[in-house]
């Protein structure tokens, strides 16, 4: 059985019990959010052909540091770096290293900063150079089946909702919808209860409540949805070699809807991609 708490007297563990943040929670995401969401706002010049994904991984490092928060994904559960960067047929838990990146890529950023406890958690895909149609398009598909999972949230109704708007759209468009990953409960911890899956039934999962904050973060591939994770023991990439797409918002559901705390500033959600 589903069981919900206050977050204020909740212990700093993943007990399996969903946290029902009030206002001071919901105030500290949006100042985790905003400047997780500043910093991917910042990488859209960044990312071009020729730089590395270490090099945008200590850009990460850096501006964390100088406001004043860390990276959520640096020595966690022994990750060594402070973002995960995922080309073409990642899907995600990329991890940044010295290679290039070429002309005609794509990959997804995924930064979560600690503010004064509270973790900012968003990812965004970044178009390298010139890309092809193709991977235009799954960039489009991607970005829409995560409005439109977030358009499925309101109280009183089911998770499931989410996933289902989600596969729905994606399957529409001929795309498969990962199953191995999913999108979580976030505040003061990284990864809370409840999942977020980002396929299935609109009867199915647990009622959203308000004071809910949580992660929504399709990944969408071209080809099949299967997946292998790497020997590294983080890389997931497609069985079948083809490309995969993910964004990612956190959002905190409301009385009305939900509230998306990691919407970017200046209107850099879809980098290279027509607004």
């Not at 004043?68 to 994904?73: D, E, N, V």
């Not at 964004?247 to 290279?272: A, K, M, Q, W």
Request: hydrophobic share 40%; glycine share 10%; proline share 5%.
């Amino acid at each position: 059985m589903v069981t919900y708490l206050d977050a204020a007297t909740a212990p700093l563990r993943n007990t399996g019990q969903i946290r029902l943040y009030g206002e001071e929670g919901f105030a500290g995401m949006r100042k985790a959010c905003d400047l997780t969401a500043r910093c991917l706002d910042a990488l859209v010049p960044m990312v071009a052909p020729g730089v590395t994904t270490d090099a945008i991984d200590r850009f990460v490092f850096e501006f964390g540091m100088d406001h004043g928060a860390l990276p959520a994904t640096l020595n966690y559960r022994g990750y060594t770096k402070s973002s995960c960067t995922s080309i073409n047929h990642v899907v995600c838990h990329g991890i940044p290293d010295n290679k290039p990146l070429k002309d005609g890529d794509i990959v997804n950023i995924d930064v979560t900063y600690i503010l004064d406890g509270w973790h900012g958690d968003s990812s965004r895909m970044y178009p390298v150079g010139t890309i092809k149609r193709a991977a235009e398009r799954l960039l489009e598909v991607t970005h829409e089946c995560l409005m439109r999972g977030i358009a499925a949230v309101r109280p009183g109704a089911r998770t499931g909702a989410i996933g289902a708007a989600i596969q729905t759209f994606a399957e529409a468009e001929r795309c498969s919808v990962v199953r191995d990953f999913c999108g979580h409960g976030v505040g003061q911890l990284f990864h809370d209860a409840p999942n977020i899956l980002h396929y299935g039934s609109a009867n199915e999962g647990v009622e959203m409540r308000p004071g809910m904050i949580f992660t929504i973060e399709p990944m969408i591939n071209l080809g099949r949805p299967h997946v292998k994770v790497l020997s590294d023991g983080w890389t997931a990439v497609t069985r079948d070699r083809s490309l995969s797409a993910q964004y990612e918002h956190t959002i905190g559901v409301t009385d009305t809807g939900c509230e998306i705390f990691t919407l970017s500033p200046n209107n850099l959600d879809r980098p290279g991609l027509p607004a």
